[in-house]
């Protein structure tokens, strides 16, 4: 089943991809619970969660050649078999696994985008394997493999699912409050967590963007998280038309910001 997994064993997440359902269970807790600390965990592509076997066999063909002969034999570099041929990984391309057997092609792990800073490396080391993931490559310290798919959800998953859950706010609501204009309605069932103008980032909410208001995320940041939001709030949308998420336009950013923190963010603000 590595790379075909059927659909009702697939949980989607946060950045549209999916993951095995023990496994976005406790991927999601874990999120929330780094989002309690001020931390978080980037995942900005359904790539890097659960890939289907054409996905990874596209992305082996990319990183490996196959060696029909000597002339491209490199000292040193990493061979596998596949396909009755011995692969070499390319110069200065990042491993892949062989197609068959990537964990992402289970539902299994993650790939964390910002890993390296060190604050979420810190967190990571210390609260991860509560959570049922670890690392499982030493080269590849961004990836976050779930080890307890045969096993009883992990106790850290149960405790965050056990808290009231967090509130959520339907389109018509935010369109309301602020007395701004979606610029597309948000499709049907569509929900946010919130509303985030700075830092820390919020998976699942609406981020204010600063395009010359002097409040908001930047649009440099935007570009790096966009999958991980629920929309934009803007006056000016032509530059992020190209994410393709809900946008709301308002002519105030500052007074939107300061309606919306009110009604989402009571204890901030």
């Not at 000597?70 to 990984?89: C, P």
């Not at 569509?190 to 002097?214: E, I, K």
Request: aromatic share 12%.
């Amino acid at each position: 089943m590595n790379g075909n997994m059927p659909s009702d064993k697939l949980k989607r997440i946060h950045c549209g991809g999916y993951l095995y359902v023990d496994a976005a269970r406790a991927w999601l807790a874990m999120v929330r619970a780094a989002a309690q600390d001020n931390v978080f965990l980037n995942v900005n592509s359904p790539f890097n969660a659960y890939r289907k076997i054409e996905s990874q066999l596209g992305v082996f063909k990319k990183r490996f050649m196959p060696l029909d002969g000597t002339e491209n034999f490199s000292e040193g570099a990493i061979r596998v078999e596949f396909d009755g041929k011995i692969w070499q990984l390319k110069p200065d391309a990042v491993y892949a696994a062989v197609p068959g057997t990537s964990s992402h092609s289970y539902g299994l792990a993650v790939d964390i985008a910002n890993s390296g800073l060190n604050y979420v490396k810190t967190w990571l080391n210390k609260n991860a394997a509560s959570f049922g993931f670890v690392k499982e490559y030493d080269f590849e310290p961004w990836h976050f493999t779930y080890i307890k798919s045969r096993e009883k959800i992990p106790a850290r998953v149960l405790e965050i699912e056990n808290l009231p859950p967090e509130p959520t706010y339907s389109a018509e609501e935010i369109q309301k409050v602020s007395g701004d204009k979606w610029l597309t309605p948000p499709p049907e069932g569509w929900v946010c967590n919130g509303m985030f103008y700075s830092r820390p980032l919020r998976a699942g909410c609406l981020a204010a963007v600063d395009q010359g208001a002097g409040i908001g995320i930047s649009e440099q940041i935007i570009s790096k998280i966009f999958r991980q939001v629920a929309g934009f709030i803007c006056d000016n949308p032509e530059p992020l038309l190209k994410y393709n998420r809900p946008i709301l336009v308002t002519s105030n950013l500052k007074d939107t910001v300061e309606k919306l923190a009110a009604f989402c963010l009571p204890e901030k603000f």
